[in-house]
Antibody, heavy 120, light 107 residues
Framework: EVQLVESGGGLVQPGGSLRLSCAAS????????MNWVRQAPGKGLEWVSY????????YYADSVKGRFTISRDNAKNSLYLQMNSLRDEDTAVYYC?????????????WGQGTLVTVSS | SYELTQPLSVSVALGQTARITCGGN??????VHWYQQKPGQAPVLVIY???NRPSGIPERFSGSNSGNTATLTISRAQAGDEADYYC??????????FGTGTKVTVL
């Protein structure tokens, strides 16, 4: 069974940093592009970042560019999101999601999410 | 930047048909994907590339895309279909774009 499990969320002060992780299982992680998508409380979905299977291609949403860094470790079947200079508006549930193949530009499946709260 | 517009809410009687629209400039030229999100849960892909259903998704879910509007259709609506629904496309200038989301209520 394909499974994605996020971790690393929590409460952080504005200006602080946090590193999210996503552990993948049930598929050949190194063959798939991955994404982070977030959802602020009571709001819609917002794509955050994309990384190709070999890490050769990376994209960021304008709202996080220069502050967030996506990375992966294919040997550990893990995806990461390093978040620096956090702002109140970064408060959200963060989901990791797989691109199901051949740069299909969609998300399937999703992890259960991890909540990041930025507050003083 | 590319934007997708959905109605805030759609209501449908039990057993009837719900149609959720997703509006965007020339969206018919793009591949549209649809996600269902129930309260407290992660989104689930229900339609990909305009009209294709992933395995495990009931045939009651269907999609179409033409011109400036894509549509997700839920036939014979059930109580379990109550959820938020989001459309999504990839755009070369904006990368991934989600629609504003539609809350479906089954009466």
């Amino acid at each position: 069974e394909v499974q994605l499990v996020e971790s690393g969320g929590g409460l952080v002060q504005p200006g602080g940093s946090l590193r999210l992780s996503c552990a993948a299982s049930g598929f050949t992680f190194s063959s798939y592009s991955m994404n982070w998508v977030r959802q602020a409380p009571g709001k819609g979905l917002e794509w955050v970042s994309y990384i190709s299977s070999s890490s050769s291609t990376i994209y960021y949403a304008d709202s996080v560019k220069g502050r967030f860094t996506i990375s992966r470790d294919n040997a550990k079947n893990s995806l990461y999101l390093q978040m620096n200079s956090l702002r109140d508006e970064d408060t959200a549930v963060y989901y990791c999601a797989r691109d199901p193949g051949s740069s299909s530009y969609r998300f399937d499946p999703w992890g259960q999410g991890t909540l990041v709260t930025v507050s003083s | 930047s590319y934007e997708l517009t959905q109605p805030l809410s759609v209501s449908v009687a039990l057993g009837q048909t719900a149609r959720i629209t997703c509006g965007g400039n020339n969206i018919g030229s793009k591949n549209v994907h649809w996600y269902q999100q129930k309260p407290g849960q992660a989104p689930v892909l229900v339609i990909y590339r305009d009209s294709n259903r992933p395995s495990g998704i009931p045939e009651r879910f269907s999609g179409s895309n033409s011109g400036n509007t894509a549509t997700l259709t839920i036939s014979r609506a059930q109580a379990g279909d109550e959820a938020d629904y989001y459309c999504q496309v990839w755009d070369s200038s904006t990368n991934y774009v989600f629609g504003t989301g539609t809350k479906v209520t089954v009466l």
